[in-house]
């Protein structure tokens, strides 16, 4: 029997496709369900109660309907809160994305670093913690931003925003008392890798920005080492948990991350 068991990767919109990207890059031949929680969107204004309880309960049941062979919470912000509860409801692996603070401490000249995330994330005491173990000789500026995971959602639609609002998005990391000190800059959320271009170009000084997707997608790869996987992985499918968020002017970039067919739970 071929064992034709999909990954899934969950996130609340389209930052997941950033890990999706690398994983489908190192496993070409396994098949991929995408599951964006588009009815509970954005989850980083919202508060840990609500992320809590809608994420280990709405992820139990995409595992009974999809049955995957591994769950990739694709989200830093459901991670951070709702990892631990997931792991513990589910009987398959589970990985999650926390802020790639670890990676961005060994890049920092400077040893001043800043945290980009949504706002649920940046305030969570796994971010605290992470801090702590890996970057205790840095500063660590936090700053979270909603709009930043709009722009993204967005310029997957083809939207084209102004630099001007993502010099001030950073703004809010490097207008802080040690701002001017960062030069590395966590992209811990997994929306902000697909405008890292955009906020590249509008940096006011060179800027090293650092996530976790490759990271991911190795530790993906490890856990799956001994997986049979089918001759060929067929069309992947991106699943919506809200209607009409499939709409046409985002088709050809889910498409381009290999999620030929769609559907709205």
């Known amino acids: 029997m071929v064992d034709t068991r999909p990954i899934l990767f969950f996130d609340s919109g389209v930052g997941g ?3 999706l990207a690398p994983t489908r890059a190192l496993l070409r031949q396994a098949p991929f369900v995408y599951v ?24 139990g049941r995409l595992a009974e309907r999809y049955r995957p062979r591994l ?19 589910l009987d398959l692996p589970v990985v999650g994305t926390v802020p790639a603070i670890k990676p961005a401490a060994q890049a920092s000249v400077t040893r001043a670093i800043g945290v980009l995330g949504t706002d649920a994330t940046v305030r969570q005491p796994y971010v605290d913690d ?4 890996f970057a205790g000789d840095c500063l660590v500026l936090r700053h979270g931003s909603a ?8 310029a997957l639609r083809g939207t084209v925003a102004p630099p001007e609002r993502y010099r001030a998005i950073l703004a809010g990391l490097l207008d802080q008392p040690g701002g001017d000190r960062i030069d590395t800059i966590v992209n811990a959320c997994t929306h902000f890798p697909l405008v890292a271009d955009q906020l590249a170009a509008a940096a006011p000084r060179p800027l090293t920005f650092v996530d976790g997707s490759a990271g991911i997608a190795r530790r993906i790869a490890y856990l799956t080492r001994d997986h049979e996987w089918p001759e060929r992985a067929g069309p992947g499918r991106a699943v919506f948990t809200g209607a009409g968020a499939a709409d046409d002017t985002l088709r050809p970039a889910l498409a381009r991350f290999g999620l030929a067919e769609t559907e709205s739970l």
């Open 130 to 133: 992470l801090a702590a173990r």
């Open 36 to 59: 964006a929680d588009s009815a509970g969107f954005p989850y980083g204004t919202k508060t840990e109660a609500e992320i809590a309880a809608r994420v280990p309960a709405l992820l």
């Open 147 to 154: 709009e930043l995971v709009t722009l993204a959602e967005d």
């Open 17 to 19: 496709l950033s890990v």
């Open 71 to 89: 769950i990739v919470i694709a989200c830093n912000t459901a991670s951070t809160i709702a990892l631990g509860a997931v792991r513990s409801a």
